[in-house]
């Protein structure tokens, strides 16, 4: 009875009955359903992060507050907030979905936040959500169409814009015309649209934060990049990004040449040894972090070159290693990071 987080795999009428009468489970994070109807209503909880794959119709609990989606959202999905008494923080996952209210009320959102975009047409989002005060939205990297339609967010505050392309200073100027906007976060953007956001912001705003301004040939480079967020980074050295780019990219090579587990096997312990050199050569600039971004880096290639391509199938069973396999190869040679 005093369980107050739950991490869940599929659903079920017993656990909606477990979950109904947990009255301090604030927290649930659920995957894979594995039903068209998910009723949360008679619960507690005010934190939801969930994976939406196949499911048609979600009942909101009345304390809702933060709700992050993800999966293959179904464009038909509608979710059921009549119980809702307040507004929402929402977090959506683009990568298999669309920016859409999905049956919200209107005004219901006053956070918005869109994460894995590839395309974004700001027109329609504002659309979608008028009423939003503070948006984040982050590509994969993606482009933005339409930025200029930002000023339909009559009521925005906050912007927080990260990997995006595809605008310039012209389309920002609209955000003149926001009159209750108190703060500009701008991360990995255009050149032209940094410079601009400098320039005429500079002093008007609580906070201004323009970082990590990228040309034309900084996309083209790293559209594919899993570690593009090292450029610019003031703990890693440029040398050590530019090295390890280079890494990713040759191993890429390497595994779509593979023939084999053993051939794969050395490719990755090779890819390894080489974040071992780098670690040493630039003052042990790994940590927790960025031997993360080394994995999640490595479970792209895994993804990219072993489970779909020709050494492998669209199922991680049926590929000639593992990814724990991957994982266990790597932990082998790791040294110091």
């Not at 990049?225 to 090295?243: C, K, M, T, V």
Request: charged letters at 35%; one cysteine or more.
């Amino acid at each position: 009875p005093c369980i107050t987080y739950a991490e869940l795999q599929g659903y079920s009428d017993r656990l909606e009955r477990l979950i109904s009468t947990a009255p301090l489970l604030r927290t649930l994070r659920l995957k894979r359903a594995g039903v068209e109807v998910l009723d949360l209503g008679r619960t507690c909880l005010d934190n939801l992060e969930l994976d939406l794959s196949g499911i048609k119709k979600l009942i909101l609990p009345k304390d809702t507050r933060s709700l992050k989606l993800y999966g293959e959202i179904r464009t038909d999905l509608q979710m059921d907030d009549s119980l809702c008494s307040g507004k929402l923080n929402l977090e959506i996952s683009l990568k298999k979905a669309l920016p859409r209210r999905y049956g919200l009320q209107k005004d219901r959102v006053r956070r918005l936040r869109l994460t894995d975009i590839r395309e974004l047409d700001m027109e329609q989002t504002a659309g979608q959500f008028p009423e939003a005060e503070y948006v984040n939205i982050s590509g994969n990297p993606g482009s933005i169409t339409h930025m200029q339609a930002v000023e339909k967010l009559s009521g925005l505050r906050n912007l927080y814009c990260k990997d995006l392309f595809g605008y310039g200073a012209g389309d920002l100027e609209a955000l003149k015309s926001l009159q209750e906007l108190r703060e500009l976060d701008f991360d990995s953007v255009p050149k032209e649209a940094g410079r601009y956001l400098k320039k005429h912001w500079k002093g008007k705003l609580d906070r201004l934060n323009i970082t990590h301004l990228r040309d034309e040939g900084w996309l083209r480079d790293n559209l594919e990049n899993p570690l593009r967020h090292w450029d610019g980074n003031e703990f890693i050295p440029r040398a050590a990004y530019q090295s390890a780019r280079k890494c990713y990219k040759d191993t890429k090579k390497r595994l779509l040449a593979a023939t084999d587990g053993g051939e794969i096997g050395e490719i990755v312990r090779g890819y390894t040894r080489y974040f071992n050199k780098l670690n040493d050569r630039y003052g042990e600039f790994i940590e927790t972090e960025e031997r993360e971004d080394i994995f999640v880096a490595m479970q792209r290639l895994y993804e990219a070159c072993i489970l779909h391509g020709e050494c492998g199938q669209a199922d991680e069973k049926a590929a000639p290693l593992t990814l724990s396999q991957i994982w266990d190869l790597m932990d082998e040679v790791r040294e110091n990071w």
